[in-house]
């Protein structure tokens, strides 16, 4: 984060200690946070701490400051900024790009993530990741924490338009007139755009800059009203800071379901805390402690290599009590260095006397390092990958729609014939033959298995049961289907859900005859949130709302109907097969770590709850494959005879786990 010294309303030139330490208990909160989150619930509200000092700072630093005309103001105020952020990023987004290749068979996402970091884009680039269904997690992105570049680059992207476009440098009065309406008027749309958005679309509520403009405004507002009223100035340095100082802690420590109000708060209380902060007081004399500003100091280089080395723990030997002070320390080591040879020295040495040409050398840097990191990612052959990749059938979601034959029968499932894709595939007519092991018209019994892309998972797993027991069994899958038709879809495949419960499903059943099945096979871990919640417990009611209609219907039939049950939350985990198999360099288990199964089975007790009773009353069966998946006290994403249970990321279920779970299918559809 940007660590300008700040002059407050004093004289330019006037050094103020306690800003940088309350820089220092930022940035050891967010530190705190990203270690343990329970240990501090809210600490990454730090990062907000660094908007509203950014925006006073910014705003300080630029009052007064004479400039001939408006692109001499332009190359100043971009030259100081490249100077100051530009070499620490690019030396820790090297290093880390090498790092990560050595542990991550495919870094491509952490990779994109730190060249866009480099132009202030990744911020963008996280949200583009976060929006796409079958995205990866940035959870073990080394990277991530670098949104909070890009919103602060792209500020100051916009500002100096704004402070030269309203006179702020060159008309005293009126100019912070006109600075202080237009951003109290931008900030006061931007604080209502972050409260609607993040109710209804979190990650861009969280990364883009417009719905975060208020946060750095805040800064820039107190700066110029304490600038234009002594008055204020006085009534707020009133407030003893040390109660501002407190309640920002306490701020800390406010659970993330009230992620609005908290991060409200700490804007507030770091506003008035800026404001009141004097010399003589204890919270100004804690913060300007020598060794408290040095940290401060070095916020900046702290905030850059926390996360890296945190990641790339999380990659190798984890993050565990006995680990966390040998990292901690391995953390300030890293910023100390950079700080000391890197950042303090490039900021003061004089780059060039044409300060174009200094803004020229920083972009050309940045262009540089980019480039060296998209030759290492359009290149397969210069992969660094240090570890070993699993021996599997089938790997990656692309596998769930290969074609299958079961050849003792001589029939076919043909793959993306009997699968409805995405709303553009809306009116897709499927055959039946086409999605049928076994004969279905002379078949013993007909099962009918639909569901999401969950079901497509499942296709090799009835092979006895057609085989030996003569079942015929139709597999038709719609990617992103709501697992009852009750449950309104709210996905960009919502579309094809309508179609494939309204027409898909019904041809199908209307195919069936009595004592055939059913078999719903579908991602159920949603149901079953870390936290409840109204909404949760809505879910929770519409299916079985849904189950209910459909055994009914059904029974009307004389047709059963099935449910798997029993996929544990590996999903939440984001690995991919060649990340979870054990490595020389992960030897307590690297970076899949899944709630063990006393955890999981707490966790969906209510969805539990639910099947058991529809169970009782005789309206489904229920197949439960928990067992399969986590035969064990630890959940792993290990089988009892160690082969891998998951394809991909997503969690679906391997072809080895699949023929795993086949008796336990077999014994369910074939009961009495």
Known sequence: MDQIHSTGVSPQHVYRPEIDGLRALAVVAVIINHVNKEMLPSGYLGVDIFFVISGFVITSSLAGRSSKNFGDFLLSFYTRRIKRLV?????????????????????????????????????????????????????????????????EEQFYFLFPFLVWFTGFSRLPQKGSRNLFLIISALSVASLFAFIKLYQTHQSAAYFLMPTRFWEVGAGC???????????????????PPVIVTLAIIGVFWI????????????????????????????????????????????????????????????????????????QITLIFLLALASYRYVETPLRRYHWSPVRWESIGYGIGTSVSAASLLIILIQTPNLSLYMGRTPSMMAVGVRSLSDPYSLVAVNSQWRGENCIIADNAEVGKKIVLEDCTLGNFEEAKKRVLVIGNSFSAAFTQGFDELVVSDGYAVTLVSAWGASPVKEIPNETPWDQASDYYWETVVPSLINRLQRDDWVFLINDLAGFSPKKSSSQSDLKLQQLETGLRNLSDQLSAKGIRLAILHGNPFAREANCKPVVAEKQWFS???????????????????????????????????????????????????????????????????????????APIIREGLTAP
């Open 87 to 151: 070499p620490v990023l690019v030396l820790f987004v090297l290093v880390t790009s090498l790092l990560i290749s050595f542990f991550n068979p495919t870094p491509r996402v952490s990779l994109w993530t730190g060249i866009t970091s480099l132009f202030g884009l990744s911020n963008l680039y996280l949200l583009k990741q976060s929006t796409d269904y079958f995205a990866a997690s940035t959870e073990l992105n080394v990277f991530t924490h670098t949104w909070s570049l890009g919103v």
């Open 221 to 239: 507002i107190l700066f110029l009203s304490l600038k234009r009223s002594p008055t204020l100035l006085r009534s707020l340095q009133a407030i």
């Open 255 to 326: 659970p993330l379901r009230f992620a609005i109000p908290a991060t409200m708060a700490m804007v507030v209380l770091t506003a008035l805390l800026l404001a009141c902060l004097r010399s003589g007081t204890a919270a100004y004399d804690l913060l300007s402690q020598q060794q408290v500003v040095k940290i401060g100091l070095m916020s900046y280089s702290l905030y850059l290599w926390h996360w890296g080395v945190l990641a790339l723990s999380r990659w190798t030997i984890g993050i565990h009590w006995w680990s966390i002070p040998f």
């Open 587 to 661: 030897p307590f288990g690297g970076p899949c770590q899944l709630p063990n199964r006393q955890q999981s089975l707490l966790r969906r007790q209510d969805l539990d709850h639910l099947l058991t009773s529809l169970q009782g009353e005789g309206k489904l069966t229920v197949i439960d494959l928990f067992d399969v998946y986590c035969p064990k006290a630890e959940c792993t994403y290990y089988a009892q005879n160690g082969q891998l249970l998951y394809r991909d990321e997503y969690s679906h279920p391997s072809v080895e786990s699949v023929r795993l779970s």
